[in-house]
């Protein structure tokens, strides 16, 4: 008789059912495609129950919930909130939920002061390969699409019935362990896989604006385009107030700072924007 290994029963016992689970991926990416050495790291996590999935930063959820706990403290000891400017941590600001059994899509996603609920219905064409892998403890084969502007390769497990993966990528006949573009710009690798007692209702929980991929794209634009336009107006009392161009050199720098910092996000996980 052949003997099963540990993680042979380790593999039985967390997928005998493939619900409340976190899957844990390394995240790297190169924002500036002028500045290919300039490689970030995050971790994910891709929280998995049977009403779907959210994916998103570990180190974002983790700083703004510790950042949401303190500023209660301080609003119920003193009446006042100090915001300390550092202590918001995390490259990977949105988030991303499937909705299951077809899988709907939504990016979730910050604009100045707006929180959006995108959907996205976009299906993903896989062309699975006979190539087969072993990556860590797991068997793998091979899968590629065209999504968002770049060529991905995926390598999906059959050992983790689960029809998802990283970001928006789902659809393959198992767990997708490796996923990456093919200029290695944005590679997810998993790390580890854990129970959940439970899995958070809401990620970030704030109010959204439901729109479509269409209206964030120019949305987003808007933004580029004019990256302090939110703050030059100020809604006081029901009126918006328009501060006046050469009020001071402040904003002036400040929009040249946001403008830097947008050209240099120039290598993003999706190129192409809906027309």
Do not use: C
Request: hydrophobic residues 35%; aromatic residues 10%; positive net charge.
């Amino acid at each position: 008789m052949r003997l099963i290994t540990a993680f042979g029963l380790l593999i039985i016992g967390v997928f005998t059912n493939a619900q409340n689970k976190r899957f844990i991926y390394e995240y790297r990416f190169i924002p500036d495609s002028t500045n290919i050495s300039d490689v970030k790291t995050e971790m994910m996590n891709l929280d998995v129950a049977d009403s779907g999935s959210k994916f998103y930063s570990y180190t974002a959820y983790h700083s703004d919930s510790i950042m949401r706990v303190d500023l209660e403290k301080q609003l119920a000891s003193t009446g006042m909130m100090n915001v300390k400017t550092d202590g918001r941590k995390g490259s990977i600001r949105y988030s991303i939920s499937k909705k299951y059994p077809k899988y709907e899509v939504f990016l979730h996603n910050r604009i100045l002061r707006d929180q959006y609920k995108v959907s996205d219905d976009r299906k993903i064409d896989w062309k699975i390969s006979s190539e087969k892998q072993k990556i860590g403890e797991w068997n793998t084969q091979k899968a590629e699409t065209e999504f968002g502007g770049r060529k991905w390769a995926a390598w999906f497990t059959s050992d983790i019935p689960i029809q998802d993966g990283p970001y928006k990528f789902h659809g393959l006949p198992g767990l997708i362990v490796k996923l990456e573009d093919l200029s290695k710009s944005h590679v997810f690798n998993l790390q580890a896989v854990k129970n959940l007692t439970e899995i958070p209702k809401d990620v970030f929980g704030e109010k959204e604006i439901l729109v479509n991929q269409k209206q964030y794209d120019k949305l987003v634009k808007e933004y580029e385009n004019d990256p302090t336009k939110g703050l030059k107006q100020m809604q006081m009392g029901g009126v918006t107030m328009i501060m006046k161009e050469g009020t001071g050199n402040q904003m002036k720098d400040q929009e040249e700072r946001l403008k830097a910092r947008i050209k240099k996000d120039n290598n993003r996980i999706e190129l192409n924007k809906t027309k």
